[in-house]
């Protein structure tokens, strides 16, 4: 509780501040009120960049998540983290300078500035998916923490966490989301490492840590296998995160939001390595729980099943650790839980607010109108992912299901837009967007005890009666989604040469249409440029002109 209402009263005193510095700056920049908040002025620096984006993924389900997975299947298993990690590198490697250089303002301004307002606004499905997820995954692990070392109501814990995050974003935006997130990234560092000590030493944990324990009936391997028959599986999933893991506000605000490109591709990277040293805490409290007698342990005294594998955090914070640790243990993973749960909901408001309700229902806003929208909409997102997090049985599953439609749907068409505009148009996106979620549908998804309808070979039964697919069907629907697109572009591009596709018949108007990337492409020239512009342009003309009639006066004498 004290964690939360200090981190929260961070945020709201960051977000206070800088509303006195922002003016001067957004004007230089050209931002308006509502761009500002998205984008702290477009002034976050190396510092705060690599902090606040490595606190953003890091994450409650990213720490609960990752000990579960180690408990479950072992380190091979335990994908997420790791996976994420490369994602971010990926994303300082290959996107983040393009975007920033093009100073766009959230992650769906290229694709409606390619595809239309209207066509593009369709990629706020799989956005809003993602971060919504994303964010209840995040909030279940805090409620799972509180519920076991509290006993405090797990929907009560989750509620309480939400609002003081909805609070403070909705006062200081990116500012206080930002400036929190370097107190917060402290906070799980430094909690969960003074932790791991007492953990690894306590009367009841195997000294040394073993590799191979039988855990209550079940043989574990701290290491994990891959079985033959598992492998396309554990390759489609590796792959899914790391592609999947880029398109995502959350991460593209702090890149846009960067001073300029330099630092948004050197802060993805770093984030990147930071996101993967705090993976490594967690893995090891998955370790110390299975080489943990849970039944001589004093309070618990009973034996762990495999649907309390997402409490191994909270539990051996509770019962392997004396008080005063425990405390800060906790203040850890509320901390983690308030730097990513502000990041996403903040993420995916900025999208509906401009790529949504200005570009598509309300074009005539203005910056008061979106302001309000704006917060309306954090409101509304905080109460979507708290339902759902309270409703939540694997925090792991979730985490996964994060990734699925963005990667499947979302990823394809900002490659293709970024790298390879050419082989993209409107036609290309609606036929590959829409056949591809089609097939993901028809894959099914076990997490959520929706069957499968279409079948690949090696498809089981698992342990719950759901139909699981090995098959790489996840990267199939992606590339189905990405070879659809550039064929269906490449056809209508050649049909349009040869006059087959007339003004009449273009009915989404890709042929008709001048690009319309002025509205949505941030040209912030400031004051200083404009004048060397302006100066620019003057000088060149007058030198023209007095080059001009000197020349023909030469001309004149001469004959």
Partial sequence: VVSTQSTGLMGYLNGKKKDVEQSSNQVEKGLSDTDDLMLAGRDINYVVGIFTMTA????????NGAAEATISKGLLWCQAPFCYAAALI???????????????????????????KELGAFFYIPAFSGEILWSAAILAALGTSLQVICGIPEATSIIASAGFAMVYTLFGGLYSVAFTDVFQLICIFAGLILALPFMAHDENVNQPLKSEVTFFGVEKSVFGTIESSEAAYWVDHAIMMICGGIPWQAYFQRVLSSRDAKVARTLSIFAGFGCFCAAIPAVIVGIVTINTDWLAVEGWEKGLDANQYKLAVPLCLQYLCPAPITFIGLGAVSAAVMSSTDSSILGVSCMFTRNVFKKVFYPVANDKHMMWMLRLTILVNTVIATTIAITVKSVYGLYLICSDLVYVLLFPHLVLVIHFPHLS??????????????????????VLSFDAVLKFPGWVVNKNGAIEQRFPFRTLCMLINLSVCIGVTLLTNHLHSKGYISKKLDILREYNQPANS????????????????????????TNGVTNGVTNGRHSEGKC
């Fill in 518 to 541: 002025a509205d949505l492409v941030i040209r912030n020239i400031s004051s200083e440029d404009q004048n060397k512009t302006t100066n620019g342009v003057t000088n060149g003309v």
């Fill in 56 to 63: 953003t993924w890091v994450g409650g389900g990213y720490i």
């Fill in 90 to 116: 990926c994303g300082g490697l290959f996107f983040a300078t393009k975007m920033r250089n093009m100073k766009y303002v959230t992650m769906l301004d290229p694709l409606q500035n390619k595809y239309g």
């Fill in 425 to 446: 148009n409107r036609y290309g996106m609606v036929v590959g967007f829409f056949f591809a979620f089609l097939m993901r549908v028809l894959c099914g998804e076990p």
